[in-house]
C-alpha cells in the first residue's frame, strides 16, 4: 500500500511500490503565475515534499523527481552512475564535447586521461605556477590599496582565475590580449539560462562571443602542437596534444573542446566562490579574524581555518548547484519506482541548506569544517563539486589556488563594497547578480610582502 502524500502533494505514477510524492499542480502553476526561479520552486518542492519529491514543469508533462536527500544523492551519483546518466549538458553551446559535457565511452576515455593531471603528482606541477597567479594578484591589490582606487572585486577574482588556469593549460601568463578576448567565455556562461532550446539557434546567439574564443583556442592549440611550451614548461595543453599521435579522437576540435571546457570549469567556478566569499566575509569579519588567529603564517592551522572559510562559502553556495540526471533503466530509490525515462534533478544547494543536516543553515559558520562533531559524517550531505566518477576533476586545483590567494590576501587591507549585488543568478553557477565594487583600506599594512 502506498503511504499517503503529505500536505499539498499528490503522488506520481509508477511501477508497483511507493510512488514519489508530487506537487500539487496548482501551486506549479502558481510558481508560473509569479514568474518565479527554478530554485525557488524546487525549494518548494523541498518544504513540502522532502529529500525526494517530485513536480511536473508544466501541464501533462512527466513528473521530474527532484533528490536532495543524502542517501538518495548517493545512491544516484555515486552507486549506480550507470541507471542516472547525463544526456545533453546546457553549456555544450560553449564546450562542445569536453569531458563535462561527453557521455559513455568517450567520457570514460577522456576523463581518464585528465584524472592524472589533478591529483598527486600532477598537481604538484601546477604549485609554481598558483602561487605566481596570487603573487601577481597580491601586486595588484597593494597598488589598490596605496592609491584608494576603487576595482570590482568579482572582477578581479576572475582575472586571477583565468591566470591561474591559462598557465596551468599553457604554461605562460595571461597576457592582456588573451584576457580581454577571453573575456566572452564569462558573456556566454551568463547567457546561457536564456539561450533556445534549439541548439542551432543557441548557437547563433552567441556566435560572435565563440568566434573569439576559438580564436583564442586555435592560436593557443598551434603553439603546443608547435612546440611552444610557457616559461613554466608544457601545460596541460601539451598533454591533450601529445594525445592525439596515438588516440585518433583527439582531433584539433576535440582538443578545442577540451580546452575551453578546462577555461569555463577551471576559472568561472573558482571566481564565484571566492567573490561570495568577500561577500561573506564583510558581512561577518569575525570570521577573517578567526582564521588569521588560528595559527602563524604558514602553519597549518591557519591553512585549515583558511580552507575552511572556503568550505563553508562552497556548503552555501555551492560551484555545482543543480546536477541533472536521466534514469536510464528502471529503478527503485528509497523505495520509490523510478521509470526509465525520468528525469531527476540532484541539488547539492538544497542539501547544503537542509536544517536536518545542517543546523542554522542559512548562517555562515567556517567552524562547521574545523570542529569535530559540527560537520554531517553522511558523505552525501556535502558534494560542492559532486561526487561519484562524475565528480569535478579540478576539486584539488580548485580549493587548491582558492587557498594560495586567501593566504596571500587575507591578512592585507580588507575590501569595503561601495555596493553589493541584491540578486542572485542561479545559471551554470549560483553568483552574485551584479557588480561588486570594493576599495582596499590604504592604512592597513601587509603584515608581510605577498610578492615573496
Not at 501551486?27 to 519529491?53: K, P, S
Not at 567520457?107 to 586521461?113: A, E, K, P, S
Not at 592549440?221 to 613554466?232: F, K
Amino acid at each position: 500500500m502506498a503511504i499517503p502524500a503529505p500536505p499539498g502533494a499528490r503522488e506520481a505514477t509508477g511501477p508497483a511500490g511507493r510512488p514519489v510524492p508530487e506537487l500539487d499542480a496548482a501551486l506549479v502553476g502558481r510558481w508560473h503565475q509569479d514568474g518565479g526561479e527554478l530554485v525557488a520552486l524546487l525549494t518548494l518542492v523541498r518544504e513540502r515534499l522532502g529529500g525526494i519529491g517530485a513536480f511536473r514543469p508544466a501541464p501533462g508533462a512527466a513528473p521530474t523527481v527532484l533528490v536532495t536527500d543524502p542517501d538518495a544523492v548517493r545512491h544516484v551519483l555515486a552507486h549506480h552512475p550507470d541507471r542516472y546518466v547525463k544526456r545533453s549538458h546546457r553549456a555544450r553551446v560553449l564546450v562542445g564535447d569536453g569531458v563535462l559535457s561527453a557521455t559513455g565511452e568517450a567520457w570514460q576515455n577522456q576523463r581518464r586521461l585528465l584524472q592524472s593531471q589533478f591529483t598527486g603528482r600532477g598537481m604538484r606541477r601546477y604549485e609554481g605556477r598558483i602561487a605566481a597567479a596570487a603573487r601577481v594578484t597580491g601586486a595588484r591589490w597593494q597598488a589598490y590599496a596605496r592609491t584608494g582606487e576603487v576595482f570590482d572585486l568579482g572582477e578581479e577574482m576572475r582575472r586571477f582565475a583565468l591566470d591561474t588556469i591559462w598557465r596551468a593549460l599553457t604554461g605562460h601568463p595571461l597576457d592582456p590580449v588573451t584576457e580581454r578576448e577571453l573575456a566572452s567565455v564569462a558573456g556566454v556562461v551568463a547567457a546561457l539560462p536564456s539561450l533556445p532550446a534549439d541548439q542551432v539557434a543557441a548557437q547563433e546567439a552567441v556566435a560572435a562571443d565563440i568566434a573569439r574564443i576559438d580564436a583564442v583556442a586555435e592560436r593557443a592549440v598551434r603553439t603546443a602542437r608547435d612546440g611552444g611550451a610557457g616559461p613554466d614548461g608544457p601545460g596541460l595543453l601539451h598533454v591533450l596534444v601529445e594525445a592525439s599521435a596515438s588516440r585518433p579522437a583527439y582531433t584539433d576540435r576535440l582538443i578545442r573542446d577540451e580546452l575551453v571546457t578546462l577555461l569555463v570549469a577551471g576559472h568561472e567556478t573558482t571566481a564565484t566562490t571566492l567573490t561570495w566569499l568577500y561577500l561573506l566575509l564583510d558581512r561577518h569579519p569575525e570570521a577573517r579574524e578567526h582564521a588569521l588567529a588560528a595559527g602563524p603564517e604558514g602553519s597549518a592551522e591557519r591553512q585549515q581555518a583558511v580552507q575552511a572559510l572556503v568550505h563553508e562559502t562552497l556548503r552555501l553556495y555551492p560551484s555545482a548547484w543543480i546536477l541533472p540526471r536521466h534514469a536510464a533503466a528502471a529503478d527503485t530509490l528509497a523505495g520509490h519506482p523510478i521509470p526509465a525515462g525520468t528525469d531527476l534533478l540532484v541539488c547539492p544547494y538544497l542539501t547544503h541548506r537542509d536544517p536536518g543536516l545542517w543546523p542554522e543553515p542559512a548562517h555562515f559558520d567556517p567552524t562547521r569544517f574545523t570542529t569535530p562533531g559540527r560537520r554531517p559524517g553522511h558523505p552525501g550531505a556535502y558534494l560542492p563539486f559532486g561526487i561519484g566518477p562524475r565528480a569535478c576533476l579540478g576539486l584539488q586545483f580548485a580549493l587548491r589556488e582558492t587557498t594560495a590567494l586567501l593566504e596571500q590576501l587575507l591578512p592585507g587591507p580588507v575590501p569595503r563594497f561601495r555596493s553589493r549585488p541584491e540578486r542572485t543568478a542561479y545559471g551554470l553557477t549560483v553568483r552574485p547578480d551584479g557588480p561588486t565594487p570594493a576599495v582596499l583600506d590604504g592604512s592597513a599594512e601587509w603584515p608581510t610582502a605577498p610578492m615573496r
